[in-house]
């Protein structure tokens, strides 16, 4: 899913717009008034009339690229998690391989600044004497398997994951990869702004390289060496709208199909020295490894060694002393993101320790802020939207009985994770309380070795993918089940107190979000299993295209920056999952009414508050370089679009605020997407 915020009401005219009907009861905690700005019309904004108070009486941040509910909800996560790191961090006694003893040292040796500065760039000496041992190309896959598996990166990607065709089984896969930019675009494009960026990558890479020790001139033409070999690359990766696609990503081969069809590059000594017996693999990108097999062998090996003395450099920057620190920032922070200033370590150090030791730190977060009680309300709301989903499918007049049949199988085989993991990780590999670098290269290798063990093992349906403190949520195809971590359970997308309407309208409709996933252009091509398999009849899934094609037409022609559209191919998925999952959390809603109409509050009508609710979690500023990225890298739709996108299209919101034809959030009947 990946993104929301808080919620509520202007007086006056909140007043005038609902009709008559239940006697105006006392608010409850949910919407504050002050968010709403009453000078727009909610039937021609409505993410400026629900959100433009809120817009007026804050700013950015200049330690961020966005703020908004997500980030509001962030930075209160993370003062839990300061005091949880301090406590713990602050003790050395603590038992030797505890979680709370990884944990604390863990931070402790991030903060530790004068140990990280005493060291310099001594941790990256045995790396770069590893790298000046490639004399010859022919090398390049024994280097690469050892690089990999230290949690290094370069040229492309190997991992364990579930098999897309099989999902009871572990596969492994080669994807794409190797570039140091947000996209390929950035290296293939010749507007000025591409060219703009390219120009300030190569002086980044630049600086980098005469850190590491090297003299301006010699730093300048590895530069160009890196940016020449990365253009390479890029010009081979597939598109962020093909990677979309999960049957073109499968392409079930063996070993021996994968030397022949990408020559140039000894593919099964690289496997087995990863230590990974592989009968067969999904070469994800095939077109891109063929022109890796030639890139191997014909670019010759001093510049692979530039290369990746680069990627090392830059994977590891924030390890290092302050002036690594502060380059990457330069570039990755200001260029690429617009932020003026960098965040403070601390908040650094807690996100990398997240990371690292998610779930360690996350037992100490949950136990502070994740109730029994809280968990069990929003697993009963998923129950009353999976019930609404389930009578939207029965009811669907475009789809026939046979793949509702499928469709509600899907649904009710739907696993749930909530907050937590109910087992809870170990982290087998050892921290040092002052070796920063050293901790966090023993996690990746950690980590990478666990990945290539579970080949042959039974699929563990346990994990989690995200850590419990995450302001997120997810629906993992392959699983069929969807997650909702302890950190996003909070006020505003959540909180028990509130009133039924704006928790459907937050959290609800991240539920809701999450459920249509599995039925979104890509995630309902797997079945209840979790297989990719086709489970629709020609009939219907012609059907569902004509219907998604109106979703993409429809986010095309936004345009959050002069010039810069939304791609609705791109962010078709996740926008068929705005629209159908604000749906069923409104039905949700009504059917927890019981029949009963909703009481008004603070003059506001029951359906005018989901909606309130459901638009606020959207809210945020952003700034204009970090939204050209999103808009070629992201997904998700702007958080503006995510309002007025879906709104615009349902009728329940027309009726609500009592929108006619004509106005801005009232789409024509003939434009609408009525999918789910």
Aim: net charge positive; proline share 6%; charged share 25%.
């Amino acid at each position: 899913m990946n993104r929301r915020a808080p919620l509520f009401l202007g007086l006056g005219l909140a007043t005038a717009l609902i009709a008559a009907g239940p006697e105006t009861t006392k608010a409850k905690p949910g919407i504050d008034p002050i968010n709403i700005d009453t000078s727009v019309k909610p039937c021609e904004d409505f993410y400026k009339f629900a959100n433009g108070g809120w817009l007026k009486a804050h700013t950015l941040p200049s330690d961020k690229s966005r703020y908004g509910a997500f980030e509001e909800v962030s930075d209160r996560n993370r003062e839990v998690l300061r005091q949880i790191l301090e406590e713990t961090s602050s003790k050395q006694d603590w038992k030797p391989g505890s979680k709370e003893q990884k944990v604390g040292d863990f931070f402790a040796s991030g903060m530790g600044e004068a140990a990280i500065e005493k060291h310099g760039i001594s941790p990256l000496k045995p790396y770069l004497a590893r790298i000046e041992g490639l004399k010859e190309a022919k090398q390049l896959p024994a280097f690469l398997a050892k690089w990999h598996s230290e949690g290094l990166s370069g040229g492309f990607g190997f991992h364990v994951g579930q098999d897309a065709k099989n999902s009871t089984r572990y596969m492994a896969s080669l994807g794409q990869g190797g570039t140091g930019l947000p996209d390929r675009d950035y290296y293939l494009k010749d507007d000025a702004k591409a060219k703009g960026i390219r120009e300030k990558y190569a002086a980044h890479v630049t600086k980098m390289f005469e850190l590491l020790g090297e003299k301006p001139e010699q730093a300048k033409l590895d530069a160009e060496t890196v940016l020449k070999l990365e253009t390479k690359l890029a010009q081979a990766q597939w598109s962020r709208v093909e990677l979309r696609d999960p049957v073109k990503r499968y392409n079930k081969r063996t070993p021996d199909q994968v030397q022949a069809e990408a020559p140039g590059f000894d593919w099964k000594g690289y496997f087995a020295a990863r230590g990974a017996a592989i009968e067969d693999l999904n070469l994800s990108t095939p077109s891109f490894f063929q022109a890796f097999g030639k890139l191997a062998q014909e670019v010759p090996a001093a510049e692979w060694r530039t290369y990746l003395r680069w990627h090392l450099v830059s994977a590891t920057a924030n390890l290092l002393p302050k002036a690594f620190v502060e380059e990457s920032f330069a570039f990755h922070g200001k260029v690429l993101n617009g932020i003026p200033t960098q965040e403070a370590r601390w908040k650094r150090i807690q996100g990398a320790t997240d990371g690292t030791l998610g779930e360690a730190l996350g037992q100490l977060y949950v136990a502070k802020a994740f109730s029994p009680e809280a968990k069990k309300k929003v697993l009963e709301m998923v129950e009353n939207l999976r019930a609404a989903l389930k009578e939207r499918i029965t009811g669907l007049d475009w789809m026939g009985a046979e793949t509702k049949q499928q469709a509600i199988r899907k649904l009710e085989a739907f696993g749930v994770k909530m907050g937590y993991p109910d087992k809870w990780k170990v982290y087998g590999f050892e921290v040092k309380r002052n070796d920063y670098f050293g901790n966090v290269r023993r996690a990746a290798a950690w980590r990478i070795k666990e990945n290539i063990g579970k080949l042959g093992k039974a699929i563990d349906r346990t994990e989690w993918g995200m850590t419990p403190p995450t302001v997120n949520a997810y629906y993992s195809p392959t699983m069929n089940e969807i997650a909702f971590p302890a950190g996003i359970l909070q006020p505003p997308f959540f909180d028990p107190m509130a009133d039924d309407a704006v928790n459907y309208g937050a959290i609800g409709w991240v539920i809701g979000h999450e459920m249509t996933h599995g039925f979104d252009d890509s995630g309902s091509q797997f079945d209840a299993d979790g297989n990719l398999k086709n489970w629709w009849t020609d009939a219907d899934k012609k059907a569902y295209q004509s219907r998604t094609d109106l979703v993409v037409k429809q986010y095309d022609a936004y345009e959050p920056l002069p010039g810069e559209h939304v791609n609705g191919k791109l962010t078709v998925g996740e926008n068929i999952a705005d629209l159908g999952g604000l749906k069923i959390a409104f039905a949700a809603w009504k059917k927890s009414l019981g029949g009963k109409p909703a009481p008004a509050i603070d003059g506001f009508s029951g359906e005018q508050r989901f909606f309130l609710g459901a638009a606020q979690v959207w809210r945020n500023h952003i700034r204009n370089e970090a939204l050209s990225v999103r808009l070629k890298t992201d997904p998700h739709s702007p958080g503006h679009q995510r309002v007025i996108g879906p709104l615009s299209n349902l009728p329940e919101f027309f009726d609500a605020f009592s929108c006619g034809e004509g106005m801005p959030m009232m789409r024509p009947a003939a434009e609408r997407p009525a999918i789910w």
